[in-house]
């Protein structure tokens, strides 16, 4: 079955390293997003690609840059981790950008010491 | 600019009670509207989606949702709760200028034996 994978799960880190969460996703959809989800706030779209080579930025993209080399994977790099960055990351694709049903991986925990 | 109102935060329900969530949206034209769910420590499914024709949705899992104009209202109904239900609910918009949803902050329903 296709699918949308994230890893790590869960990492720790310290304020100033750069971190990289991975998304993996087998259903061959042009449109992948990258949420946060933090207490109070909902999903907020940091990053999202419509296709290979292209990137843009999302509500909250400051800090956060993202690379699309090949229609399966959207890495997310934190270049310089902060503690305001510690929340849960979702990973997202859709066949259709408007009209489409997100399909969401397990998320990334990251906590940023 | 597309937003989303969950106006409750936390509901607790019985088992066997019927269940409303409530979503308002503010968007100019007429919306792809969105509920979904999701489990702790998991990413988010779709439960239901409207886009047009009938205002009355029909879901997964029993839910249902109702769409009115008028109100600019998509609340979420189920008639008789499950303890496997416990969960956060998400209404979301589709944001016709970048493509994606644009999520409410989220209800987190409780179920009581």
């Known amino acids: 079955d296709a699918e949308i994978t994230q890893s790590p799960r869960h990492k720790i880190t310290e304020t100033g390293r750069q971190v990289t969460l991975a998304c993996h996703q087998t259903?061959?959809?042009?449109?992948m997003f990258w949420y946060r989800q933090d207490l109070g706030h909902g999903l907020r779209l940091i990053h999202y690609?419509?296709?290979?080579?292209?990137?843009n930025k999302g509500e909250v993209s400051d800090g956060y840059s993202v690379s699309r080399s090949n229609t399966e994977d959207l890495p997310l790099t934190l270049e310089s981790a902060a503690s305001s960055q510690t929340s849960v990351y979702f990973c997202?694709?859709?066949?259709?950008?408007?009209?489409?049903?997100?399909?969401f991986g397990e998320g990334s925990r990251l906590t940023v010491l | 600019a597309q937003s989303v109102t969950q106006p409750d935060i936390h509901i607790t329900v019985s088992e066997g009670a019927s269940l409303e969530l409530r979503c308002n949206y503010s968007?100019?034209?007429?919306?792809?509207l969105f509920w979904y769910v999701q489990s702790p420590g998991q990413g988010l499914q779709l439960l239901l989606k409207?886009?047009?024709?009938?205002?009355l949705v029909q879901g997964i899992k029993g839910f249902e949702a109702e769409f009115k104009r008028s109100q600019s209202s998509f609340n979420l109904r189920k008639p008789s709760v499950h303890w496997s239900d416990a969960a956060e609910y998400f209404c979301?918009?589709?944001?016709?200028?970048?493509?994606?949803?644009?999520f409410g902050k989220g209800t987190k329903l409780s179920v009581k034996p």
């Open positions: 997202a694709s859709t066949e259709d950008k408007l009209t489409g049903e997100l399909f």
């Open positions: 409207y886009f047009s024709g009938d205002t």
């Open positions: 259903w061959n959809h042009n449109n």
């Open positions: 690609s419509y296709g290979v080579q292209d990137t």
């Open positions: 979301a918009v589709a944001s016709g200028s970048q493509g994606n949803l644009i």
């Open positions: 968007y100019g034209a007429t919306p792809y």
